[in-house]
């Protein structure tokens, strides 16, 4: 098993997880089989129980592992299927050391750090590495690793010196580590700064690291007098430097790495020149060039909850994105904070409400995420509503089914207090119910979480015949709650119709409206196994039908829509995507530096900016 290890230095945000893929699809199209695994020093032991605003999306993998968003990029860019244990916390491996420690497995040593925790860290990362992700029998040739986090943080020096012992466990030949720095250019002197990367490089090889290859991050591309100086004083060879610069998508970047002939560094230092073949990246290529020539845009309405975030949403925007570029559309995604469309914002905030609403009635289609919590529920029920009543294409994902069912059972059955559970758990009329096999007390991976089969009920549907009749399909979840099942026949003879359902026939997992254009709801997350190159089929439905519908309405006035102020982006006023503007000015870039928003008209044109 061969091993590339891929660090960041100087500040968070670089773009790692994005950089790790494209090494990893690279490397996969020299003909090479590769996995991932993703470290991250926090002490939980998975995202799960944490905040959007604290790291960004859940992503949910098929075995119902909650884990950190750079696996999805993985997933992605490799299109693998990875496990719970690809992820690594601090959690996790404090959680199984402590766990022998009180069987008695260290026959009554004192526990430590070193050698206990480090050699569980090398050990875990041996043993999944083995793990098949692509579908064969055999483990990978390539196993990619991401340490989370900054060289130097306090967190992560356990890994950092496990790490050490490790590439020295496997020996030369074995391990290739590429460092990820920033190069920043300093406004008022206008010059490309080293000295950033010089000081993280020498803080690396202080504890016992050297890197390979050096990935440096800029604006522009580096100069050739400033990958000079880095040889220099980094001791890495100018061949094995890489500039990664802003690029138009993200899909560039592996196509950044073979014309700098990064492969040819990371077989020789893997020993596999001699095996290895010339990647092939025509498919890629074609794909990143189409996605390029996008001009026509599709506008689609996001209506939630964490619109300040867009890491929040990251898989959603990207099954978007894969659909509208099947459909040679460039994605504008118009954020609208969804308590903001509420009656009580029209008295408190006028101006957002009436600001939310032109955002909302301006899109060619409205989709409402999953997510937990009562905060603007109310206002989802309206986009649900104002969506259903104007033939305007919806798509619920999760919570955004069970709003369109409340929605219903409240203006079509005149169930006017129909709710969920979670948000009344007296409700006299609930809608949506707890699950039976849930938990109340405990929050972590207690949910209904990954991979379940739903099968097709009706087989002239709209979302079966997206999905290419078949008779079932098999999508995660992630939810505690669902449709009442007590108050399904009610639904159906009032016109929805509960197309797709579990094994037992009694867990709702697809609802449509047979008379609307395009109006579906579907309890899992088919977000997590969009593609490039292979778009989900209800996201490509939604696109779809969102181009049909643009030829209907008449663009709205950029009066009250997203405006670029003074290099801020002002969203819904004040309602706004926590972005980063790029140091040209020329567009925003999302916490995680994987995806980039741009103001563009009345709305945030989506790509992958870099």
Known sequence: MKYVLVTGGVVSGLGKGVTASSIGVLLKACGLRVTSIKIDPYLNTDAGTMSPFEHGEVFVLDDGGEVDLDLGNYERFLDIKLTRDNNITTGKIYQSVIEKERRGDYLGKTVQVVPHITDAIQEWIERVAKIPVDGKEEPADVCVIELGGTIGDIESMPFIEALGQFSYRVGPGNFCLIHVSLVPVLNVVGEQKTKPTQHSVRQLRGLGLTPNLLACRSTKILDDNVKAKLAQFCHVPMSNIVNLHDVLNIWHIPLLLKDQKAHEAILKALNLLGVAKEPNLKEWTTRTKAYDKCHETV??????????????????????????????????????????????????????????????????????????????????????????????????????????????????????????????????????????????????????????????????????????????????????????????????????????????????????????????????????????????PVFSGLIAAACEHKKAIVPPSSNGHAKLTNGIYNGVNGHSPILKPHQNGNGFIASNGTLNLYAKGNGVCVDGSF
């Open 299 to 536: 506008r689609i309405a996001m209506v939630g909850k964490y619109t300040g975030l867009s890491d929040a949403y990251l898989s959603v925007l990207k099954a978007l994105l894969h659909a509208a570029v099947a459909r040679n559309r460039k994605l504008v995604v118009d954020w609208v904070p969804a308590g903001d469309l509420e009656d009580v914002t029209s008295k408190e905030d006028p101006e957002a409400y009436k600001a939310a609403w032109t955002l909302l009635k301006g899109a060619h289609g409205v989709l409402v995420p999953g997510g937990f919590g009562d905060r603007g529920v109310q206002g989802k029920i309206l986009a649900a509503k104002y969506a259903r009543e104007n033939n305007v294409p919806y798509l619920g994902i999760c919570l955004g089914m069970q709003i369109a069912v409340i929605e219903y059972a409240r203006s079509i059955l005149g169930l006017h207090d129909a709710t969920s559970t979670e948000f009344d758990p007296d409700a006299k009329n609930p809608a949506v119910i707890f699950m039976p096999e849930g938990s109340k007390t405990h929050m972590g991976g207690t949910m209904r979480l990954g991979s379940r089969r739903t099968f097709f009920e009706v087989a002239d549907c709209k979302s079966a015949k997206l999905y290419g009749h078949v008779k079932y399909i098999d999508e995660r979840h992630r939810h505690r709650y669902e449709v009442n099942p007590d108050m399904i026949s009610q639904l159906e003879n009032a016109g929805l119709s509960f197309v797709g359902k579990d094994e037992t026939g009694k867990r709702m997992e697809i609802v449509e409206l047979p008379s609307h254009p395009y109006f579906i709801g579907v309890q899992f997350h088919p977000e997590f196994k969009s593609r490039p190159g292979k778009p989900s």
